[in-house]
């Protein structure tokens, strides 16, 4: 038996159509089996984003007060027409 570990950037074209083939080749097959899998969410740590930045966007998606915007009108959205 082999073992086989892959580092795989789900983010990228390639590496969604690998996955994808890879779930089909292991759904239809005894042969292949998927031992363990490590998908993680970003964290702030591993973010190529400015720090502070990320805080700021994440304690706004937390906020409730939010502003619809209009986008075939948007200084009438704003209050500023």
């Not at 998927?34 to 964290?43: D, F, G, P, Q, R």
């Not at 502003?67 to 948007?74: C, K, L, Q, S, V």
């Amino acid at each position: 038996m082999t073992t086989i570990t892959l580092k795989i950037n789900e983010r990228t074209k390639a590496g969604r159509a690998f996955l994808e083939i890879t779930n089909l080749l292991v759904n239809d097959s005894k042969a292949i089996e998927i031992i363990e899998t490590n998908s993680k969410k970003i964290k702030v740590d591993d973010s190529s984003y400015n720090p502070k930045f990320v805080k700021m966007i994440l304690k706004a998606h937390k906020s409730s007060h939010r502003t619809e915007i209009n986008p075939n009108d948007i200084w009438g959205s704003l209050g500023l027409k």
